[in-house]
T-cell receptor, first 113, second 114 residues
Framework: DTEVTQTPKHLVMGMTNKKSLKCEQH?????MYWYKQKAKKPPELMFV???????INESVPSRFSPECPNSSLLNLHLHALQPEDSALYLC????????????FGPGTRLLVL | DAKTTQPPSMDCAEGRAANLPCNHS???????VYWYRQIHSQGPQYIIH???NNETNEMASLIITEDRKSSTLILPHATLRDTAVYYC???????????????FGKGTKLSVKP
């Protein structure tokens, strides 16, 4: 089983709202990732967690705040987003060390009005 | 930046083999070749990876040239459901750090036609 789940599937939010994206995996993976994908572009890495600690932040603005409450769960807290933040947000996980094969969830499609 | 070059698009007839090329002329000795695909509006799906030997699984075959500067992903009997963007990525595997990151290029849009 290589399933990564993400909720919600779709999200519409205003620029003053606070919302959270959720990602879950039950494969025993210890590395988890957030990617952002704009329309007709490839995915771009945002954050990497390894053993529940943030190991990579690709210079992401502070209006995106990741959280890894436990080894199975990864959240992305959103606050004061801009319309240009509208994108598909993808979560992935990998077993053990960062750099192992990553398995992706279906994504959350976010629209910021 | 992505370390690979792929054709932007390809067509394939349903039932025929789809051969997707990838050029990675600057690949290092400890870098693997990974292939993912992304069907429209879904998350990327892992297909296969290899270091220097050819690899085969239930989805595809990966042929890597002896000098490792290029590779070909083969879908032996393409179906309409294989229509997707295919990404070829080189990366260091089993390494904690930015060298292990997946850096997606533009990929090849494969259209399988009836």
């Amino acid at each position: 089983d290589t399933e990564v789940t993400q909720t919600p599937k779709h999200l519409v939010m205003g620029m003053t709202n606070k919302k959270s994206l959720k990602c879950e995996q039950h494969m025993g993976h210890r590395a988890m990732y957030w990617y952002k994908q704009k329309a007709k572009k490839p995915p771009e890495l945002m954050f990497v967690y390894s053993y529940e600690k943030l190991s990579i932040n690709e210079s992401v603005p502070s209006r995106f705040s990741p959280e890894c409450p436990n080894s199975s769960l990864l959240n992305l807290h959103l606050h004061a987003l801009q319309p240009e933040d509208s994108a598909l947000y993808l979560c992935a996980s990998s077993q053990g060390l960062v750099g192992e094969t990553q398995y992706f969830g279906p994504g959350t499609r976010l629209l910021v009005l | 930046d992505a370390k690979t070059t792929q054709p932007p698009s390809m067509d394939c007839a349903e039932g025929r083999a789809a051969n997707l090329p990838c050029n990675h002329s600057t690949i290092s000795g400890n870098e693997y070749v990974y292939w993912y695909r992304q069907i429209h509006s879904q998350g990327p799906q892992y297909i296969i990876h290899g270091l220097k030997n050819n690899e085969t699984n239930e989805m595809a075959s990966l042929i890597i040239t002896e000098d490792r500067k290029s590779s070909t992903l083969i879908l032996p009997h393409a179906t309409l459901r294989d229509t997707a963007v295919y990404y070829c990525i080189v990366r260091v595997a089993g390494y904690g750090g930015s060298q292990g990151n997946l850096i997606f290029g533009k990929g090849t849009k494969l259209s399988v036609k009836p």
